[in-house]
């Protein structure tokens, strides 16, 4: 079975085609009834229609034909999402929020007409160019049409898990591949339930033949395939779905998301554990602490990416590498290290010596300890918020950001709070609907997660 995945999902040329003759063969049937309809009327040319021929696309199930085929509103809807996108631009902060507007709001507009209509190269570069200027670019940065935007990330790494280090972004040529397999795919499956139903007959007709044509007819006469093949199948005996489909197609197109150059020498340099950061920095829980600390492991924060081998612009210092130098060499964090380090042990169970690097990659800490990673994320968006004052602000009413253990203590206190409230919530469902009263292993494993020096058991049992 493992084969036929591998004969029919890894060569994309196949796909290409398989998509092609697919969309063909659709459009052909509808517009099929409309040429018959012309026929009748010109064998005698002196009788009307019974209705008025169409100039304009009809809408049918949502997509517009005309009487040669599908009418593609690919660029109406291109158009509709490039200003949703610009409604969207102020409202997202972090690259996850940023993602799923990407996703839920903007993109999704595309997949109804995925299961039949292709994009074609410009509107791929099109819609990929917006989206690059939707989460890379800053938030004043005004759309341009014409100007290329630059991604902060090698593409083949942003199509990653996040897990990875990667943001999920969607593949958009393999992806409208994958609808076209997946509804094939769909069709072989009903095909082998169901043998006498003649319009997928027909269907396999077109397919055999290469080229579609008009007649349903009997299949097996001429194209010698003596049974209908059944649909592939995933690990529980059903159809491939759209999701698995499209991941055995990225993971062949891009199998393991390559490092930068500057990854790999963390990795030599600091013992930095990449991929395995990423892992836990994806189930750090306060939103803009795991979002710095992602751009920072993935190399995507704004603005410093070109500062190389130059002199630091806070403290004049030569840096080779603006990432380690702005958050641990420099000499503005260096003169706060001793506050940093008492905060972080105060308030965790996990006692640090040093700010570096090496605190930074919280890979090596166990997953179910959650205050040491969220506070890390905590004090490394303060200090990226001190970075960016220090660098770019040319407001001077604006205060400037100072590095306070108060401050971090609260963000990390409401940040408990909230998930005391989610596990509470989780404890009275679970007591409502499932009749389950484990409430104190709830709390136990509650405590074991979240507490600190100061609150040993933040939820009593
Ligand atoms: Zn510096």
New binding site residues.
């Given amino acids: 079975m493992l084969a036929v995945i591998k004969n029919i999902l890894y060569s994309l040329h196949k796909h290409r085609e398989y998509s092609d003759l697919f969309k063909t063969s659709s459009t052909v049937l509808l517009s099929n009834i409309i040429i018959v309809k012309q026929r009748e009327n010109s064998n005698d040319s002196n009788r009307r229609l019974p209705f008025q021929e169409s100039t304009v696309p009809e809408r049918y199930l949502g997509l517009n034909f005309t009487k040669t085929g599908l009418n593609s509103k690919y660029n109406t809807l291109i158009q509709e999402m490039k200003n949703n996108l610009i409604k969207w631009k102020s409202q997202a902060i972090t690259m996850k929020a940023k993602m799923t507007i990407l996703k839920t709001y903007v993109l999704s507009k595309l997949t109804y007409h995925q299961y039949m209509d292709n994009l074609n190269e410009e509107q791929i570069e099109e819609i990929n160019n917006m989206t690059r200027w939707f989460l890379f670019s800053s938030v004043k940065n005004t759309y341009t049409e014409e100007r290329k935007y630059k991604t902060m990330m090698k593409i083949d790494r942003a199509y990653a898990d996040w897990k990875e280090g990667g943001i999920k972004l969607w593949d958009l040529e393999l992806r409208h591949i994958a609808f076209k397999i997946w509804y094939m795919n769909r069709l072989f499956h009903n095909n082998y339930n169901n043998n006498n139903n003649t319009l997928q007959e027909w269907y396999m007709e077109q397919l055999s033949r290469k080229k579609p044509t008009l007649q349903p007819s009997t299949i097996c006469a001429d194209t010698g395939i003596n049974e209908l093949p059944d649909c592939i199948r995933n690990d529980n005996d059903e159809p491939l779905k759209l999701k698995e489909i499209y991941e055995l197609m990225i993971k062949d197109r891009h199998p393991t998301p390559r490092r930068t150059e500057w990854q790999k020498l963390w990795a030599v340099r600091y013992n930095t554990a990449i991929p395995k950061v990423f892992i836990n920095i994806n189930s750090i829980s306060h939103q803009k602490g795991r979002n710095t600390l992602f751009r920072f492991f993935s190399r995507s924060l704004p603005g410093i990416n070109h500062e190389r081998d130059t002199r ?6 030569l ?1 080779r590498d603006p990432y380690s ?2 958050f641990t ?5 260096l003169d706060i290290e001793k506050t940093i380090i008492s905060t972080v042990n105060k308030i965790s169970f996990i006692k640090i010596h040093r700010w570096s690097m090496d605190t930074l990659d919280i890979s090596k800490y166990n997953r179910t300890e959650r205050i040491f990673p969220n506070l890390i994320g905590i004090i490394a968006h303060q200090l990226w918020k001190i970075i960016c004052h220090k660098l770019f602000n040319t407001d001077e009413s604006k205060p400037e950001p100072k590095f306070e253990q108060k401050v971090i203590e609260t963000e990390l206190l409401n940040l408990i709070e909230t998930e005391k409230f989610i596990t509470l919530k989780k404890i009275k469902h679970d007591e409502a609907i499932l009749k389950n009263t484990n409430q104190d292993l709830h709390k136990y494993k509650f405590n074991k997660a979240w507490q600190t020096p100061a609150a040993p058991n933040p939820l009593p049992i």
């Fill in positions: 630091c612009k806070i403290c004049g210092h840096l130098h702005l060499l420099c000499q503005d964090i």
